[in-house]
């Protein structure tokens, strides 16, 4: 089996190999062009699988023409047309309706627990979404991580009554996954879901084989890897390219940086303060070069919006889930909604301030 450094050898080449082909310039003969290339991409694998000679030199050769082979055969394929009214698409719907009929006062809290559970941001003010966007805090709107991370946490914690058994473990992990996948399909499958997916995917499958570490940055790689090949042309996607950059910088410089802080107790309030520091300007530092390139704008006040706003959407996230959950089983009692309220006001309160500065 691979270890974590492999995974993360062998993701450069095979990842620098789909973006060579995915950034093939366009014109008539492109699909000629590529599926020339596909050819001679199967070739080189085949001739360096059954070559003699530096063997580790070989296998980056060998996966960089297996990117390369994924990237052609994706510009020449034709991909079916996506299916409608499935099971996904009917629970979404069902969904929206539960928070539509929840009743909430503040006007902008339904369309943000839409925003923030569904991915849903059509019904947000223009208002709001100027906040969003001036803020810095943009990110928070767009299904990610955080977001996945958090129904993550309230799966795991209502499957605790299961035990910690070998059977129980299996069980948990595979509704777990069940469960996240579902998610992700009926929310769109952006490609910062996905991801997430694919890291809870992963996360559980090592789980559940002995004597197996979980690397963050292996299994960075190892997800970068699996949704390349799945969806070669994602990595146009500015969306796929700031989560995986995002994610890199947390695994790699937000350790260092969280280091930094001089040894104190756990509860250290100012040790959480500047770790949650440390997250943000880190993931900035990783982005912010991307993002300047594509929009020429950064948010100067990303690091006071973030400290905010970051604690109030978790826990507005938690809130949510619960709220509709409740809603949906017609057990909601109207203090919970109204605690939803208050977070989705003081949410979107907090960055009208910081981007008025």
Same mark, same amino acid.
């Given at each position: ?12 080449? =095979?990842? +620098?190999?789909? #973006?060579? &082909?995915?950034?093939? *310039?366009? !014109? ?7 599926? %020339? /290339? ?33 990237? =052609?055969? +994706?510009?020449? #394929?034709? &991909?079916?047309?996506? *299916?409608? !009214? ?7 719907? %069902? /969904? ?40 810095? &805090? ?220």
């Amino acid at each position: 089996m691979l270890e974590g450094k492999d995974i993360v050898a062998i993701s450069i080449p =095979f990842s +620098a190999g789909v #973006a060579l &082909a995915a950034y093939l *310039p366009p !014109g008539e003969f492109s699909p000629y062009l590529a599926a %020339a /290339l596909s050819c001679l991409a199967a070739a080189a694998f085949a001739i360096l699988y059954c070559g003699r000679g530096d063997r580790s030199l070989m296998c980056h050769a060998m996966f960089f023409c297996a990117g390369m082979l994924c990237g =052609f055969t +994706a510009l020449i #394929a034709i &991909a079916p047309p996506a *299916p409608h !009214g499935g099971p996904a698409e009917r629970a979404l719907e %069902a /969904l929206t309706a539960v928070i539509d009929r929840c009743g909430f006062r503040f006007d902008q809290t339904a369309p943000l627990v839409k925003a923030l559970v569904t991915g849903q941001r059509e019904g947000l003010s223009p208002e709001t979404n100027a906040a969003f966007q001036d803020s810095g &805090a943009v990110h928070i709107l767009s299904l990610s991580g955080l977001h996945m991370g958090v129904i993550y946490g309230i799966l795991h914690k209502s499957l605790a009554w299961a035990g910690r058994s070998r059977p129980a473990a299996v069980m948990k992990a595979a509704l777990t996954i069940a469960a996240a996948g579902f998610f992700t399909a009926m929310t769109g499958a952006s490609p910062s879901v996905v991801r997430a997916f694919l890291f809870i995917l992963i996360n559980e499958i090592s789980r559940l084989l002995p004597g197996r570490r979980r690397r963050p940055l292996a299994v960075l790689c190892a997800a970068l890897m699996i949704q390349l090949a799945a969806d070669p042309m994602i990595i146009r996607s500015l969306s796929f390219q700031l989560s995986y950059l995002a994610m890199l910088a947390i695994f790699t410089l937000f350790p260092v940086m969280e280091s930094w802080y001089p040894e104190s107790g756990r509860r250290d309030p100012f040790r959480k303060l500047w770790s949650a520091a440390a997250l943000s300007i880190s993931c900035q530092l990783y982005t912010a070069p991307l993002a300047w390139w594509h929009f020429h704008t950064f948010p100067a006040y990303f690091l006071i919006s973030n400290l905010v706003a970051l604690p109030i959407s978790e826990v507005l996230i938690i809130s949510s889930v619960i709220t509709v959950a409740a809603e949906a089983a017609g057990i909601c009692p109207d203090m919970l909604k109204g605690l939803t309220d208050i977070l989705a006001q003081a949410l979107v309160k907090s960055l009208e301030t910081v981007s008025s500065l």
